[in-house]
């Protein structure tokens, strides 16, 4: 019996999955590997934000129930002022601590303010500084959404150009000639994606949830100016009788 050899035996066997991978990475060049540590900051940078804000806009959610609901079942304010530092990362405490300030110093600490204009544009600057603090570094997120695609195709461009230059050098389109041209390309065009796409997702949620925030501030401010506005004025002490005067001196 003659057996038939096989002769594509001996031949080495295309890799796959992480082994595909890594021989693409082994044929990128200089070019390539700046563009993906450039990318890898702005994702290292995106995800440092977007975990920052996830925890702190949970935390000023569950702050924020907590506190209205205290506020709501107050009688005094001294009361109120008493707890807003235990809800320091809800930005209802923080407005009424502004708004608090102002009032004690217009007033004396008690009774209705005779004007409400003060406590109006402390409500409003306080508003637009909680709304402000919520937004800090979200403009990093829309910068790494936006340009990283673009990185990523300047990475796509070079490789291309080194592949067109493999295939001048060679003289023919080999693959060999061009491999590292089109392993640059598609790298960096998927690492530009992979960066950007995270960002976007995430800009585009902390924005609507920086929305309902204001709307939320705005309702509270004008839930406190119409509190201390509806503060009964207080009931001037009787006049003394002559005996009462006579044992007080």
């Not at 306080?126 to 709304?131: I, P, Q, R, T």
């Not at 340009?147 to 003289?171: E, Q, R």
């Not at 976007?200 to 201390?228: G, H, M, P, W």
Request: glycine share 8%; aromatic share 8%.
């Amino acid at each position: 019996m003659v057996f038939q050899t096989d002769a594509g035996a001996g031949a080495p066997q295309p890799s796959q999955g992480f082994g595909a991978l890594a021989d693409l990475f082994s044929n990128i060049g200089p070019i390539a590997i700046g563009v993906l540590l450039l990318l890898l900051v702005a994702s290292l940078y995106s995800w440092t934000v977007i975990l920052g804000k996830m925890s702190a806009f949970s935390k000023a959610t569950t702050q924020s129930r907590k506190f209205i609901r205290a506020f709501r079942k107050s009688t005094r304010l001294n009361e109120i002022a008493a707890f807003t530092s235990e809800y320091s990362a809800s930005p209802l405490a923080q407005v009424f601590e502004d708004v608090y300030e102002t009032y004690k110093r217009v007033t004396g600490g008690s009774g209705p303010p005779k004007n409400l204009a003060p406590l109006e544009r402390t409500a409003q600057t306080a508003a637009s500084e909680a709304v402000t603090a919520l937004e800090r570094r979200l403009t990093w997120l829309a910068t790494i959404g936006s340009t990283s695609p673009f990185v990523g195709l300047f990475g796509t461009v070079m490789g291309v150009v080194d592949a067109f230059h493999g295939i001048g050098v060679a003289g023919g389109g080999s693959l060999k000639a061009v491999a590292p041209g089109i392993a640059e390309a598609l790298i960096t065009t998927a690492a530009g994606l992979f960066v950007a796409v995270p960002a976007v997702v995430a800009y585009n949620q902390f924005t609507a949830r920086i929305k309902v925030f204001a709307a939320a501030i705005d309702d509270f401010c004008r839930e406190l100016l119409n509190s201390l506005e509806e503060i009964p004025v207080r009931a001037p002490a009787p006049p003394r009788t002559a005996s009462e005067r006579i044992e007080r001196s």
